[in-house]
């Protein structure tokens, strides 16, 4: 290090060619000595501040701290920065006086970085940096008015502020926006003041917490924001009045951005701008686990602000949930105990914990509109750790009057598990509860197992615990397994219990469903199933059993008991379907018990064995009821079967026991009850079945009113194919041609703007946006060799070589 006169430098002499050719060229190069030469490095506070034009005051450095004291009459002051204005982490600048106007221009080649406070009470303060102004996780601002401009000044501007007559002058004083390509200006930080305007080639309000984890934000009467584009995540605004002048961007509202600052909504109402290519999309966006991670905290935390204010929700990406799970182990996350790093330091804090199920419980049920867009939630386990009386687990624990569409879902071999200690759960592989909701273009892939070990009553179901609602469109393929231990159950591949309207829903490889427990009711599609059910396929489902030690058990195909409306479903390739049971036992090929209702246009085939063994012997009317249809139709209501297509391959067995001699079989029905006033009636009944089968249950109720079709090992194919071809008299599923769902076609995602880039991005800039030649000779070459300067020799070597090289390039070239 040297101390030394700048005339060292040569200033005076012909060290610096100053004619019009060079003269900017000159200007970069002289900016950047000053701001990196005269002013040390050491120092990360403002440096080289110089009030003038005509203005006074004091500048005083305390350790990390700098007070700065406008001492102008007129309470007017401009400050020239000559080595930058920034403000380190842990560093603080205070504007000391009350009611003041600060105009800081900033010199040299670098952004204005705020990391640190900059703290001006209730002063005016503007800050002009032509290279961009950039505003941390950890800035802290506070002002009346606060101004962060790219857009150089001129003199005579300069001149104008300094002259203001008072303090309310500086209210309505803003740069004059250049829509050239200047720095630009990022906010992450916190910015409180009754009037903030942001103007620069690119402006980025993005949402940040800082190191405390603590959201910032805007919090102003009055926003402005001029730019040539602008990105805005609404949840960083809280304002009274917002205006946006912009030629294209986005306006949106992040999940993060709405936990803090759910008021923030009602932004989309206030602001104005009129240029169609600023987008504006009022909803919450959903584009990672950070995102997904403050929607259900906000959801489940019960806060009606966060719950009554927005009415929609969209996925904005596809979301990992990073379970890991590879041959049923899992070594990452857990869903319902998920960890996301807030404040950054990758330090697992309790506070950053949070179940991700949404809606927790049937008073916290989720109850607005949520569309995935086609985008997927992926790779996902659940173990919920509640030790409670009611739990919802799901995707989503519960809903009310909702309404879910076009989403995907991959559990991605990730499954469902619940421990002992909760008395009831109601479980699903989407969502545990959902009442009067609407689901439409779902799928749901890649669940491992779903099991639940519990004394307690519980409602399972691959897509659903207990829903009513309307479902269309949906598509659910691979269940290891669904498994339940314990007391009192309902499951279903699909639903646990089912009720409303079903339509055009597909299920595929599922394994084996099977309840070990008391009272008991399970099925391919549902344990319990009311309402409307058409177009339905459920393809490769595995053996289907309840064992219990207590009350009723029922199992079918389809359903263990059902009643309501019931067309155009086909079941293909399931496997066995059994019940063995202490009390009452129901089994059929499509439903265990009845009801009542309407069924027509439904096909089983390849149904496997449909066994009901009871051994209960302390009651005698207690039996076993089993049917390739259905175990037991009863009641009062009348029912109707019309279309009725089975086709039962070679060694195919129906069977029941019981120690009561309650045994009940039959090919269509294992028993009829019917009450007076009541009626059955049958129309086109077909079932196939090989010669050496059923020969024990050949009884007249089972085919006076069907039309039974017994082949051999030699016309088995062709009775095959008339079954085939009378079962593609049925309706099947249309899901759309992609698997679903697919993506809509006016797919709506904020153009979100690469923060990293933009804050790196350089700004082109002309000879107007250096440092003019008034500025320049009379404050800063006038004062220059009254002071002594400490540098840095090697550095001043390195720019001087740098200096050369320039005579060799074009002026753009110079410039840039």
């Known amino acids: 290090m040297a101390v030394f006169s700048p005339r060292w430098w040569g200033w005076g002499s012909n060290n610096f060619d100053l004619t019009p050719s060079k003269k900017l060229t000159n200007h970069i190069l002289l900016s950047s000595i000053v701001a990196s030469l005269l002013f040390s490095p050491a120092f990360a506070l403002p440096s ?3 009030f003038t034009h005509g203005t006074s005051g004091t500048i005083n450095i305390n350790g990390n701290t700098m007070d700065i004291t406008g001492t102008t009459p007129n309470k007017n002051h401009v400050i020239q920065w000559g080595g930058g204005f920034s403000i380190n982490q842990g560093e603080k600048v205070n504007f000391t006086t009350s009611k003041h106007n600060y105009l800081n221009i900033a010199h040299g080649t670098n952004k204005s970085t705020i990391a640190g406070i900059l703290n001006a009470k209730d002063n005016n303060v503007f800050l002009i940096n032509p290279n961009g102004v950039i505003i941390t996780k950890t800035g802290n601002i506070n002002a009346n008015r606060f101004v962060a401009s790219t857009s150089s000044m001129s003199n005579e501007d300069m001149w104008k502020f300094a002259s203001m007559k008072t303090f309310n002058d500086g209210l309505a004083f803003s740069p004059v926006f250049k829509a050239n390509k200047l720095g630009n200006v990022v906010n992450m930080g916190n910015i409180n003041a009754k009037n903030v305007t942001l103007q620069g080639n690119k402006i980025v309000l993005e949402v940040g917490f800082d190191e405390n984890s603590k959201f910032n934000k805007i919090t102003t009467d009055s926003l402005n924001l001029k730019s040539n584009e602008v990105y805005v995540d609404i949840g960083t605004i809280q304002a009274q009045k917002t205006n ?25 109402d206030k602001y104005k701008n009129k240029n169609n290519n600023f987008k504006v999309y009022k909803y919450v966006s959903i584009g990672s686990d950070r995102d997904w991670w403050h929607f259900a905290k906000g959801w489940n935390e019960d806060n009606q602000d966060y719950k009554n204010i927005a009415s929609e929700y969209k996925l904005t990406n596809d979301i990992d949930f990073k379970a890991n799970c590879k041959n049923g182990k899992c070594t990452g996350q857990n869903y319902a105990n998920y960890w996301v790093d807030l404040n950054g330091d990758g330090i697992k804090q309790s506070n950053e914990f949070t179940n991700m199920m949404v809606g927790s419980d049937y008073i916290n049920s989720f109850t607005k509109n949520f569309d995935g867009q086609g985008y997927t939630l992926k790779n996902i386990n659940i173990l919920p750790l509640q030790d409670i009386d009611l739990i919802f687990v799901g995707i989503f624990s519960g809903a009310k009057n909702a309404t879910f569409k076009n989403i995907n879902i991959d ?8 421990k002992d200690n909760i008395f009831i759960a109601v479980v699903g592989g989407f969502v545990g509860y959902a009442n009067n909701t609407t689901f439409t273009n779902i799928s749901l892939n890649n669940i491992g197992n779903i099991s639940f070990d519990s004394d307690y009553h519980k409602i399972v179901g691959g897509f659903a615990g207990v ?13 290891n397994t669904i498994s339940l231990n314990g007391h009192d159950a309902e499951v279903g591949g699909f639903a646990g219990i089912a009720s409303g309207t079903f339509s055009n829903i597909s299920l595929n490889n599922i394994g084996n469903i099977s309840v070990n427990d008391s009272t008991a009711s399970a099925g391919g599609f549902a344990g319990e199933a009311s309402g409307t059910f058409s177009n339905i396929s459920l393809n490769n489902i595995g053996d289907i059993s309840v064992n219990t030690n207590g009350s009723t058990a029922s199992a079918g195909g389809f359903a263990g008991t059902a009643k309501g409306t019931f067309s155009n479903i086909s079941l293909n ?6 019940v063995s049971a202490d009390n009452n036992a129901f089994v059929g090929g499509f439903v265990g018990s009845a009801d009542e209702g309407a069924y027509s246009n439904i096909s089983l085939n390849n149904i496997g064995d449909i066994s009901a063994n009871t051994n209960y012997t302390y009651i005698n009317d207690r039996g076993a009821y089993a049917g390739g249809f259905a175990g037991y139709i009863d009641r009062y209501e009348p029912f109707k079967f019309k279309n009725i297509y089975m086709f039962f391959d070679k060694d195919s067995k129906i069977s029941a026991t019981s120690t009561s001699n309650e045994d009940h079989i039959g090919k269509f029905y294992g028993k009829l009850d019917l009450y007076n006033g009541s009626s059955i009636s049958y129309e086109n009944i077909h079932i196939y079945h090989h010669e050496n089968d059923f020969k024990d249950i050949m009884t007249a109720i089972n085919t006076y009113q069907t039309t039974t079709h017994i082949y ?4 088995k194919d062709k009775n095959y194919q008339e079954f085939i071809k009378q079962e593609n008299t049925i309706a099947k599923p249309m899901l759309p041609i992609m698997p679903p769902p697919s993506k809509p076609d006016n797919i709506s995602k904020p153009s979100l703007p690469n923060i990293t880039s933009i804050i790196n991005e350089k700004p082109t800039l002309s000879k107007d946006d250096l440092i003019s030649n008034a500025v320049w000779n009379d404050y800063i070459i006038k004062d220059i060799d009254k002071i002594k300067y400490t540098i840095n020799i ?3 070597d390195k720019l001087l070589k740098e200096y050369k090289t320039l005579a060799n390039k074009t002026e753009d070239e110079q410039v840039k």
């Open 48 to 50: 080289g501040g110089k």
């Open 244 to 268: 946006i002048t912009t030629n294209k961007g986005s306006a949106y509202l992040s999940a993060t951005g709405y936990y803090y600052n759910p008021f923030s909504y009602k932004t989309f």
């Open 411 to 418: 559990y991605m071999g990730g499954g469902i598990k619940i």
């Open 467 to 479: 829903v009513d609602g309307t479902f269309s469109n949906i598509l659910l393929n691979n269940i």
């Open 573 to 578: 390739n399931i496997g066995d379907i059994s």
């Open 712 to 715: 051999n090992d030699v016309n």
């Open 794 to 796: 090697r550095l001043l």
